[in-house]
């Protein structure tokens, strides 16, 4: 029987028993997998490629003759091209992957183990999708050398050019993967379907490993994924690509902060990484983890050997000046954002950069559509589809939505095209409504209260637990709208709102803000002449540095101003709630002593005169009626 008429799997079977040899041993002298040497002795795949061939021939002890054998039996299996086909080309060849791949381990191992799979019921699709600079395709490529021996009918790469003006056309991609799997030119179908058609057929009886890099969307996609067989396609996007059916998914989370570390070591070396570990962390930390500007900041470093990491620290530590910074020859961080950003027309760009102008850590649609100016329905959408490209981060309990530091950074940056009179305009529309939907929410905690109006009745949170969700979940929002308020001169509404949360304050003293509420609200009444509300907020403010703060001896003082005022306008209740107050703070600071005998050296720390001897018998009260 010639070596064409047994097939190279039972030709592999029949050696590998002479030579005494386990499956799992010569895999692991060869360097091929288990799975794949089992596909190949099962006839899986009939034809692997020669180094293949030449790896399992050392590994068997084969003398020439039987190495010729082999190599014939191989080169028999390898399907002959049809209709004036030729041999493979090559053409879309495998890129280089970078030597200092680091972390992805878990994925990995995941992609790996849907590579192993013998019998998949179609052929895997994998989409690895992200953020600008997450590593998507050097986690592809890193990925497709790995598994290089899995696929020996061929591995291809295309770059579908998703970021460009002009995307590749799908069916000139297919022309040219056809071609490379070794169609002649002449022989690939003009028609579109036919076109997909002979790929897919083509494909289904091999074991190809295809590589889809910067896919621009589904439509483009589609044409391109093979339908049977098992062969593995990877595909990276910045986009979710939500609509493809049947596929995987990869997302790519940012690195942690000790594989940040693990990368920048890599490339520059563990001498200078343990001669400076504070310095290379706060890099990692500056860097926001994201991959490719660690890798920037490690080509900096490798490029000037006797740099000081803690130098490029201070640097990329300048918030104003960090994108700049953030640069390495070619590579850039500000430039892998503007690719992302110029692809959004010009209502997604609008949203993403007034997005940036939202305080706090997270943003809601209410607040973006304010700060843009635009309809809440077509920013919530904008906001999603941001979030799909990437862009943005989404809560996953809340229709919240986040900035990676770096991409908030280069928003931010945009908004410079801007006319400065339309964002102070917005900003004041948007500080006015926020502190309007504040004090309505508040005043639900006021059984003695009139309802607040809302700015917006259909968004209203309709009870207490709903008005306690917002206030909570937009804490640092409406505490900016209070500072622009009180920046801004608009010092009645800064104190009817810290009113409306007098009650609501009370319920929640574990927040430090409460501070810098009643901090702004007494200084707006003092701005607008009226002790009265001045001597009410002041002792808001002792209570809330009492209690929340805890600064006594400043709530202590801050009681005093408010008795003086108080006594100054004959008003019995608010020189009764002084006191208190004063009295309040003072029992916690005599709390801290311990023994009697302590008290004068304590005592230092306070007044010898003033607030301490106008709450003594305040305090003696307070004390009894305990």
Same mark, same amino acid.
């Given at each position: 029987?010639?070596?064409?008429?047994?097939?190279?799997?039972?030709?592999?079977?029949?050696?590998?028993?002479?030579?005494?040899?386990?499956?799992?041993?010569?895999?692991?002298?060869?360097?091929?997998?288990?799975?794949?040497?089992?596909?190949?002795?099962?006839?899986?795949?009939?034809?692997?490629?020669?180094?293949?061939?030449?790896?399992?021939?050392?590994?068997?002890?084969?003398?020439?003759?039987?190495?010729?054998?082999?190599?014939?039996?191989?080169?028999?299996?390898?399907?002959?091209?049809?209709?004036?086909?030729?041999?493979?080309?090559?053409?879309?060849?495998?890129?280089?992957?970078?030597?200092?791949?680091?972390?992805?381990?878990?994925?990995?191992?995941?992609?790996?183990?849907?590579?192993?799979?013998?019998?998949?019921?179609?052929?895997?699709?994998?989409?690895?999708?992200?953020?600008?600079?997450?590593?998507?395709?050097?986690?592809?490529?890193?990925?497709?050398?790995?598994?290089?021996?899995?696929?020996?009918?061929?591995?291809?790469?295309?770059?579908?050019?998703?970021?460009?003006?002009?995307?590749?056309?799908?069916?000139?991609?297919?022309?040219?993967?056809?071609?490379?799997?070794?169609?002649?030119?002449?022989?690939?179908?003009?028609?579109?379907?036919?076109?997909?058609?002979?790929?897919? +057929?083509?494909?289904? $009886? =091999?074991?190809?490993? *295809?590589?889809?890099?910067? &896919?621009?969307? #589904?439509?483009? %996609?589609?044409? !391109?994924?093979?339908?049977?067989?098992?062969?593995?396609?990877?595909?990276t996007s910045r986009r979710s690509l939500a609509g493809?059916?049947?596929?995987?998914?990869?997302?790519?989370?940012?690195?942690?902060?000790?594989?940040?570390?693990?990368?920048?070591?890599?490339?520059?070396?563990?001498?200078?990484?343990?001669?400076?570990?504070?310095?290379?962390?706060?890099?990692?930390?500056?860097?926001?983890?994201?991959?490719?500007?660690?890798?920037?900041?490690?080509?900096?470093?490798? +490029?000037?050997?006797? $740099? =000081?990491?803690?130098? *490029?620290?201070?640097?990329? &530590?300048?918030? #104003?000046?960090? %994108?700049?910074? !953030?640069?390495?020859?070619?590579?850039?961080?500000?430039?892998?954002?503007?690719?992302?950003?110029?692809?959004?027309?010009?209502?997604?760009?609008?949203?993403?950069?007034?997005?940036?102008?939202?305080?706090?850590?997270?943003?809601?649609?209410?607040?973006?559509?304010?700060?843009?100016?635009?309809?809440?329905?077509?920013?919530?959408?904008?906001?999603?589809?941001?979030?799909?490209?990437?862009?943005?981060?989404?809560?996953?309990?809340?229709?919240?939505?986040?900035?990676?530091?770096?991409?908030?950074?280069?928003?931010?940056?945009?908004?410079?095209?801007?006319?400065?009179?339309?964002?102070?305009?917005?900003?004041?529309?948007?500080?006015?409504?926020?502190?309007?939907?504040?004090?309505?929410?508040?005043?639900?905690?006021?059984?003695?209260?009139?309802?607040g109006a809302d700015p917006d009745p259909a968004t209203?949170?309709?009870?207490?637990?709903?008005?306690?969700?917002?206030?909570?979940?937009?804490?640092?929002?409406?505490?900016?709208?209070?500072?622009?308020?009180?920046?801004?001169?608009?010092?009645?509404?800064?104190?009817?709102?810290?009113?409306?949360?007098?009650?609501?304050?009370?319920?929640?003293?574990?927040?430090?803000?409460?501070?810098?509420?009643?901090?702004?609200?007494?200084?707006?009444?003092?701005?607008?002449?009226?002790?009265?509300?001045?001597?009410?907020?002041?002792?808001?403010?002792?209570?809330?540095?009492?209690?929340?703060?805890?600064?006594?001896?400043?709530?202590?003082?801050?009681?005093?101003?408010?008795?003086?005022?108080?006594?100054?306008?004959?008003?019995?209740?608010?020189?009764?709630?002084?006191?208190?107050?004063?009295?309040?703070?003072?029992?916690?600071?005599?709390?801290?002593?311990?023994?009697?005998?302590?008290?004068?050296?304590?005592?230092?720390?306070?007044?010898?005169?003033?607030?301490?001897?106008?709450?003594?018998?305040?305090?003696?009260?307070?004390?009894?009626?305990?």
């Open positions: 029987m010639s070596a064409a008429d047994e097939g190279f799997g039972s030709l592999l079977r029949r050696l590998r028993g002479e030579a005494g040899l386990s499956q799992e041993r010569l895999a692991h002298d060869s360097g091929v997998s288990v799975r794949a040497l089992a596909d190949l002795e099962r006839g899986r795949t009939r034809g692997p490629q020669r180094r293949t061939v030449r790896a399992l021939a050392r590994s068997l002890g084969l003398d020439a003759g039987d190495t010729g054998v082999l190599e014939a039996a191989a080169e028999a299996g390898r399907p002959r091209p049809q209709a004036g086909a030729s041999g493979p080309t090559g053409l879309l060849s495998l890129p280089r992957a970078v030597h200092d791949f680091t972390a992805r381990g878990p994925q990995t191992a995941w992609l790996h183990a849907l590579a192993d799979d013998p019998d998949p019921p179609q052929a895997p699709v994998v989409v690895v999708s992200g953020a600008p600079g997450l590593g998507k395709t050097s986690f592809a490529l890193h990925s497709a050398h790995t598994l290089a021996d899995r696929f020996p009918d061929g591995r291809l790469a295309v770059d579908l050019r998703g970021t460009q003006e002009r995307p590749a056309d799908p069916q000139e991609v297919l022309a040219s993967v056809l071609r490379a799997l070794g169609t002649v030119p002449h022989a690939v179908p003009a028609d579109p379907g036919e076109r997909v058609g002979a790929f897919r +057929a083509l494909v289904a $009886e =091999r074991r190809i490993l *295809l590589l889809l890099d910067n &896919a621009a969307d #589904e439509q483009q %996609l589609r044409p !391109l994924l093979p339908a049977a067989g098992s062969s593995l396609t990877i595909v493809l059916e049947a596929v995987h998914r990869i997302d790519l989370p940012m690195l942690r902060r000790e594989e940040s570390v693990e990368l920048l070591t890599r490339i520059i070396g563990p001498e200078r990484v343990t001669a400076e570990s504070r310095a290379a962390g706060d890099l990692a930390d500056l860097c926001g983890h994201l991959p490719l500007a660690i890798r920037i900041v490690g080509q900096r470093l490798a +490029a000037r050997p006797h $740099e =000081r990491l803690a130098k *490029l620290a201070r640097t990329v &530590a300048e918030e #104003e000046h960090r %994108l700049d910074a !953030l640069r390495a020859g070619d590579l850039q961080v500000r430039t892998a954002f503007a690719l992302s950003y110029r692809q959004l027309d010009a209502v997604g760009r609008a949203v993403l950069r007034h997005a940036a102008r939202a305080p706090g850590p997270d943003v809601g649609p209410q607040t973006v559509a304010l700060l843009a100016d635009l309809p809440r329905a077509q920013v919530r959408r904008r906001l999603a589809e941001l979030a799909d490209r990437g862009l943005l981060r989404t809560d996953p309990d809340r229709e919240r939505y986040r900035f990676h530091d770096l991409v908030g950074l280069f928003a931010a940056e945009q908004l410079t095209d801007d006319d400065p009179v339309t964002l102070a305009r917005t900003a004041d529309a948007t500080a006015r409504w926020l502190l309007a939907r504040a004090g309505a929410a508040a005043l639900r905690f006021d059984p003695a209260a009139r309802r209203e949170p309709a009870d207490r637990h709903r008005a306690r969700a917002w206030l909570e979940t937009e804490r640092e929002t409406w505490l900016w709208a209070l500072r622009r308020a009180h920046e801004t001169g608009r010092h009645r509404q800064v104190v009817d709102t810290a009113e409306a949360m007098h009650r609501f304050s009370g319920r929640t003293r574990h927040w430090p803000e409460w501070v810098t509420v009643f901090t702004l609200s007494a200084s707006s009444a003092r701005a607008l002449g009226d002790r009265h509300d001045e001597a009410v907020h002041l002792y808001h403010l002792a209570r809330a540095r009492n209690l929340c703060g805890h600064d006594h001896h400043a709530a202590l003082r801050t009681a005093r101003t408010a008795l003086d005022l108080a006594r100054e306008a004959a008003d019995g209740l608010r020189i009764g709630r002084a006191l208190g107050y004063g009295a309040g703070a003072l029992i916690r600071l005599r709390s801290c002593w311990p023994t009697p005998t302590e008290v004068p050296v304590r005592w230092k720390g306070l007044p010898s005169e003033g607030p301490v001897p106008e709450f003594a018998a305040a305090e003696g009260f307070a004390r009894e009626r305990r």
